[in-house]
């Protein structure tokens, strides 16, 4: 069983526009922890917010795009919305939802609006959904290979956020010997301070590295 991970960049659709409208410098968005595609075209997704949630609230309220949402006023910023959607990210999550793969959830967004999407599945299937979603949406394939369920295991133990700050550190070579990027480079790249990011690495190293001592 193999694995795959691309990058999407959803375009000028109507829900861009709307998540688009809710970031701010107060506002981050993390992730998508579920979506289904209904029947009249319109969607739901389980979203997570990081922030001022009140502004996220007005703008919902404000779009004639979203028909219903839930963000509630305590917890970790978790989102119930329902909403238009048009293509190409209509088409796009649509084939996702019937295609003979597995979606690694969440799907991350990252820095520059692209989404980071992992499948799981045979390689001809794997094959058919990155064709399918070429067809669709600008799209870089970041890295495939054997999926490890141990893999997993060990990246559930970390936030989304923090996933995002281990991935953008092993790319600028934090971890090579001899090392290739410093901390505020790592700090640069996730618009984060160089305290917030050192903090973050050494909750990952903690968590990940105890889990293989035992």
């Known amino acids: 069983m193999r ?9 000028g659709s109507n829900l861009v526009s ?7 410098e107060s506002v981050t968005r993390e992730s998508l922890h579920h979506f289904n595609v209904l029947i009249d075209g319109t969607v739901v997704l389980l979203y997570q917010l ?3 949630l009140d502004h996220a609230r007005t703008i919902f309220n404000e779009s004639s795009d979203v028909f219903q949402y839930d963000v ?9 919305l329902h909403c238009k959607l048009d293509d190409p990210l209509k088409s796009l999550l649509s084939n996702l939802q019937t295609a003979e793969v597995i979606i690694d959830m969440p799907i991350v967004f990252q820095r520059d609006g692209r989404l980071r999407i992992t499948f799981i599945g045979e390689p001809e299937l794997l094959r058919r959904v990155l064709d399918g979603t070429e067809e669709l949406v600008d799209t870089e394939l970041e890295r495939t290979g054997r999926y490890q369920l141990e893999s997993r295991r060990l990246r559930s133990l970390l936030t989304d956020r923090q996933r995002e700050i281990l991935i953008v550190a092993v790319e600028q070579g934090y971890y090579t010997v001899p090392r290739q990027a410093s901390i505020r480079e790592i700090a640069d790249d996730v618009d984060l301070s160089v305290a917030t990011v050192a903090e973050h690495l050494q909750k990952i190293e ?3 590295l105890s889990q293989v001592a035992q």
Not at 18 to 24: A, L, M, P
Not at 72 to 80: A, E, F, I, S
């Open 206 to 208: 903690a968590r990940v």
């Open 72 to 80: 509630p006023d305590h917890g970790d910023g978790l989102v119930y």
């Open 50 to 52: 990081r922030g001022d």
């Open 3 to 11: 694995f795959m991970t691309i990058l999407i960049d959803p375009g």
């Open 18 to 24: 709307v998540f688009d409208s809710v970031k701010n």
